[in-house]
């Protein structure tokens, strides 16, 4: 099966860091693999050393014969420039990753990072998932290196990297969906969960040959399995953050003293600035029972209102981590939902917020109606339509008159 699309993918962000991954990827392959792949290479010393670096792990004649026949000047440029553990440099460490074996080792890697690396770029920012990037890819190479310490095999690639943005992409967006083309006729394209796709990815593609595996191989699939894990712990400890961290917008006018019972009295009185300053200066578990669940929202909504709404996302985010079976949980879903989208332009980020505000047993019929007017915007929003267009059942359970995308 190929993944061909994820949804949401929304119009309104240019992937920079993404959109430089990928050609940087496909032009190093192209510039150095495509004229070196037909060429013989040149006797002397590099080519000695390979021969008998990697003859040295193959057990038959023919092996070896094989491993001559086919010999290019691309097989010595990757020795010699590959991450080797038993010759390990700086150089090679970072630039293994942008080197790539074959054809479908590169159209597999550049077709999961194009669709899945977008998403996880607007929501961790360029300069962070830059970073994430280069930095699961490193953590992959550390880990394999540990694993076969006297392997003469250059280790190149981008999998350890975009396996630490695929664990990203697991915890940051759970409910995202990914289309899928069956390539054996009769060809057919159908809809999944992303965190299918990636789990049946994990296990066909790592756990299961890292099990019956070893040498290399096995050590290849480990270093993915941590890359991931590496990254799907990032993607936690941003989520995490981004409930108990203090938002950006939370510099206020009012510089009273916090107390407890300051909050909710200067919420009642209309003193926004003092309900924020007092609410933020606290610490987070004293937050958890300061206010009532419509004290909550009505606190987010003010500062929805002034401009902040980092702010306002922040109590909503709080809000959900305490109380979130309460009768209010549909009404916080929807205004987090409202805010990541409208607001901060996260339609992915937004997308699982209006879906639990749709399915949650205690919404009214106006805060679910306004959820699908939320989820049919997003859809008809979707930067890449491949196939049938998504309709989301949140959507087509009860469609709106004039908000439903068009097939």
């Known amino acids: 099966m190929i993944p061909l699309v994820d949804f949401p993918n929304g119009r309104g962000h240019v992937p920079i860091v993404n959109s430089l991954l990928l050609a940087a990827n496909v032009g190093v392959f192209l510039l150095i693999a495509v004229p070196l792949w037909g060429t ?33 000047a691309f097989d010595l440029y990757l020795f010699a420039h590959g991450f080797r553990p038993t010759a390990p440099s700086l150089g090679a460490f970072f630039g293994s990753m942008f080197l790539h074996a074959g054809l479908l080792q590169l159209a597999g890697n550049v077709l999961v990072l194009w669709i899945f690396g977008d998403n996880v770029e ?41 396996c630490g943005v695929l664990g990203l992409y697991a915890v940051c967006f759970p409910r995202n969906r990914v289309r899928l083309l069956w390539p054996v006729p009769p060809l057919r394209m159908f809809e999944v969960p992303a965190r299918l796709v990636l789990g049946l990815y994990l296990l066909l593609d790592n756990v299961l040959p890292f099990l019956i595996g070893s040498g290399a191989a096995g050590a290849a699939c480990a270093a993915h399995l941590a890359a991931f894990i590496g990254g799907a712990g990032v993607a936690w400890l941003i989520e995490w953050r981004a409930v108990s961290a203090a938002p950006r917008d939370a510099t206020l006018r009012s510089r009273r003293p916090a107390r407890d019972a300051d909050v909710a009295g200067a919420l009642e009185q209309g003193r926004i600035d003092d309900a924020a300053h007092g609410y933020f200066a606290l610490p987070v578990a004293d937050t958890q029972r300061l206010l009532t669940c419509e004290q909550a929202l009505g606190l987010a909504h003010a500062l929805r209102e002034q401009g902040r709404s980092d702010a306002a996302l922040v109590v909503v985010r709080r809000l959900l981590r305490d109380a979130p079976s309460r009768a209010a949980g549909a009404a916080a879903h929807l205004l987090a939902g409202q805010i990541l989208f409208a607001d901060q332009d996260q339609a992915a980020s937004a997308y699982p917020h209006l879906l639990a505000a749709v399915a949650h047993a205690d919404a009214s019929p106006q805060t679910a109606d306004a959820a699908r007017a939320a989820l049919a915007e997003i859809a008809a929003r979707q930067k890449r339509r491949i196939g049938t267009l998504y309709r989301p059942r949140a959507v087509t359970a009860a469609p709106q008159a004039g908000t439903g995308p068009s097939r």
Do not use: C, K
């Open 122 to 162: 607007h929501r961790l920012g360029s300069l962070r998932y830059l970073l994430a990037y280069l930095g699961s890819g490193m953590t992959a190479t550390l880990v394999q290196w540990a694993l076969v310490p006297g392997s003469p095999t250059p280790i190149v690639g981008a999998a350890g990297a975009i």
């Open 40 to 72: 013989r290479p040149v006797n002397g010393p590099e080519l000695g050393a390979y021969v008998h670096a990697m003859g040295a792990q193959l057990t038959r004649p023919e092996e070896f014969r094989a491993l001559v026949r086919d010999l290019s």
